[in-house]
């Protein structure tokens, strides 16, 4: 693809167990047209895994859908840029609160409650949009060349 | 439904240790399956036990709290556990969960082998 081309992909997927793979794998397929290496897609793809789980998990919504849409980019300076954003229409849930019980055990680790951090962690960007009606996760990864 | 099982395949090393080697993603039903080969090696007397993850290619916050649940298991028992040939982004992401605090990670079989004298 050209640097100046953009490329978006839009999934609705149910909530059955594993579904998070078909969104993985969408995302790697769309890093690997970017040219983004495989480690950055492998960060991507293990982010949008704990989202989508965090939706199924807890998200409570009637239709039991997750809708995710990605836009991505090969920006001007050749570095691959994808967007993905990943929507439920659960009940929502408080960022703040789910960020301070992160708090690992003395002497144990803690065992759930990762999915958020692990997004932080393995994306450059990650905005929580979540009010009683639904929550939407914008996670940014950027890319560089071919590996 | 979207990924093939995963696969674990177990490889005895003398009297009281064992390498469990996976294939496949480690979710909910991976990790129990992980946890039941590895259950019943520690409860035949293995307090030694590598896992090497070098077909695994995805992890997920679940199945790696079910191998915490392994580590604990050998703790209590006082035994060692360590995992060896992870991909990148798993190796950071037990880095993040805290389990790299209280398992060795190896980079390659060899070396674990070596440290835990298998």
């Known amino acids: ?147 | 439904m979207m990924t093939d099982d995963l696969k674990v395949t177990v490889e005895r090393r003398g009297a009281n240790g064992a390498i469990l080697y996976t294939r496949g993603y480690i979710n909910n039903v991976g990790g129990e399956e992980i946890a039941n080969q590895a259950y019943e090696l520690i409860d035949g007397g293995v307090d030694t036990l590598l896992l090497n993850l070098r077909e695994t290619k995805i992890v997920n916050s679940i199945g790696i709290s079910i191998l915490i649940e392994i580590m604990e298991k050998m703790m209590e028992k006082g035994g060692r556990l360590g995992f060896c040939c992870l991909t990148p982004v798993i190796s950071k992401t037990f880095q993040i969960m805290g389990l790299a605090q209280y398992a060795p990670i190896f980079t390659d079989e060899e070396s674990a082998l070596k440290e835990f004298g298998l």
Not at chain 1, 14 to 34: S, Y
Not at chain 1, 44 to 59: G, P, T, W, Y
């Open chain 1, 1 to 147: 693809m050209t640097q100046t081309a953009e490329r978006q992909m839009e999934l609705t997927l149910p909530m059955l167990p594993d579904v998070e793979i078909a969104a993985a794998k969408a995302a790697g397929n769309l890093g690997r047209q970017l040219g983004m290496d495989s480690d950055a897609i492998d960060e991507m793809v293990h982010a949008i895994v704990e989202a989508c789980i965090n939706a199924r998990e807890h998200s409570c919504c009637v239709d039991q859908r997750i809708y995710l849409r990605f836009r991505g980019t090969a920006g001007k300076d050749g570095r691959p840029r994808i967007e993905v954003w990943i929507t439920d229409h659960g009940r929502g849930f408080d960022p703040a609160h789910a960020r301070a019980h992160r708090a690992i055990a003395p002497g144990r680790p803690q065992k759930r409650g990762w999915g958020l951090q692990i997004m932080e962690a393995h994306m450059d960007e990650v905005e929580i949009d979540s009010t009683p009606s639904g929550t939407t996760i914008r996670m940014v990864k950027y890319g560089g060349g071919k590996s």
